[in-house]
């Protein structure tokens, strides 16, 4: 698939990970922000103000990752004339894809819901994440509400804890992969029959959609204390959990009778090797004594000596990597993304989900996060328009 451009209205993680994923790719992303509201400090994306200042006032830690490769424009919405200069801008660029995670209860008023924007080009894939999708225009959401919405917290955290929200701001990322995949998909009919498409993402419909060990399951006979907060181990296959050691903790996954086998065959947990623990359903039945007998062995040894053992034996483990030492894993070294700040600081990205041709072209490297409004004069100048009328557009704030 030939490189895409893509003009998004975005802000916070959700769309802004769709589309750096569009980056990734070799595509070119515009960030299309609104002008500051009179008054107010902040300018553009809010995310731009999270974190430590990294480089000016508008680019702080937070902000970076998820915008490196981009160019950002910075347009009044509000305004007839940037509305115009909107379409302007997808007709003259050859936008293939818009995207917009704002409300939906302001697309039309903004001049950017999909039967506006189609007047620019006939075959523009348009793309909006919200809340609950544009069938609720009105409800706003962030990631920790969906996922209390949705059950998310019901089932995280240690059964006699409050409910917790995930690490990761888990659904923001499943609708912006989600987004990624439809617009994918929505080209390549594109390629097929010559026409756009109106994509929809529900953030909450997505977080449902993970739900496949859980809903149907209270269907089939489980009641629901049995799906409920676990802590750190695996509701179905027990033993999992993270058990102490003599110098930290570990996690143990065991999800066969012939994983038990072979981990009851080594001579570390050799006592283990009872009648009642033989099955998956025997030790869920005995988990209560099964659990503390497995840490009374771990605590014993380090996590390196049990590891060597566990190795040896093919049973799935790991240490609990402190999140500063994931880096520096090998797997994670080879495949890390980069880019440099303004005053030439090196910065370590997140890998690309998957290696990509473009990435390799690059060496890894992406352009460091666009300040606010960087691109909008070069992209004015890009359209046709003069260096007058741009002057014109910014004196009326109609541009920033």
Request: aromatic share 8%; charged share 25%.
């Amino acid at each position: 698939m030939k490189p895409q451009v893509v003009l998004s209205m975005e802000q916070a993680l959700t769309m802004t990970y769709a589309t750096l994923r569009c980056v990734h790719l070799g595509w070119r992303v515009i960030k299309l922000e609104p002008t500051p509201l009179p008054g107010r400090k902040s300018k553009g994306d809010p995310n731009r103000y999270i974190g430590r200042p990294v480089a000016g006032e508008d680019r702080h830690s937070y902000f970076v990752a998820p915008n490196a490769g981009k160019e950002a424009i910075a347009i009044d919405l509000k305004k007839k004339e940037g509305q115009e200069i909107l379409k302007h801008l997808i007709k003259e660029l050859n936008v293939d894809v818009f995207c917009t995670n704002t409300m939906p209860a302001r697309h039309k008023r903004l001049g950017l819901d999909y039967e506006t924007l189609l007047k620019a080009r006939q075959d523009l894939i348009w793309c909006s994440i919200s809340a609950m999708g544009t069938k609720y225009p009105d409800v706003p959401g962030y990631d920790p509400v969906l996922q209390a919405l949705c059950g998310y917290m019901d089932l995280t955290g240690f059964p006699d804890s409050p409910p917790l929200q995930c690490g990761l701001p888990i659904v923001d990322l499943k609708a912006g992969d989600e987004a990624f995949t439809q617009i994918i998909l929505a080209l390549m009919e594109r390629g097929q029959t010559g026409k756009g498409k109106k994509i929809d993402i529900s953030m909450a419909r997505v977080a449902l959609s993970w739900l496949h060990t859980f809903l149907p399951m209270l269907d089939m006979g489980s009641p629901p204390s049995e799906l409920k907060r676990s802590g750190n181990r695996h509701r179905q296959f027990i033993p999992v959990d993270a058990y102490k050691t003599a110098d930290g903790f570990i996690y143990i996954a065991l999800g066969s009778d012939s994983q038990w086998i072979r981990f009851t065959g080594t001579p570390m947990f050799a006592e283990l090797n009872q009648e009642r623990y033989s099955t998956n359903e025997g030790r869920r039945q005995h988990q209560e004594d099964l659990f503390p007998g497995i840490e009374a062995v771990t605590m014993k040894y380090s996590s390196s000596e049990i590891t060597k053992v566990l190795s040896a034996a093919a049973i799935p483990h790991s240490p609990i990597t402190p999140i500063e030492e994931v880096a520096s894993l090998p797997f994670a070294a080879e495949t890390l993304l980069k880019t440099t700040t303004p005053d030439g600081k090196p910065v370590r990205l997140p890998p690309a989900a998957q290696d990509t041709e473009h990435l390799e072209k690059i060496g890894g490297e992406l352009p460091f996060a666009p300040a606010y409004g960087e691109h909008t004069s070069a992209l004015l100048e890009e359209t046709g328009l003069s260096t007058k009328e741009i002057t014109s557009l910014r004196e009326g704030g109609i541009i920033a």
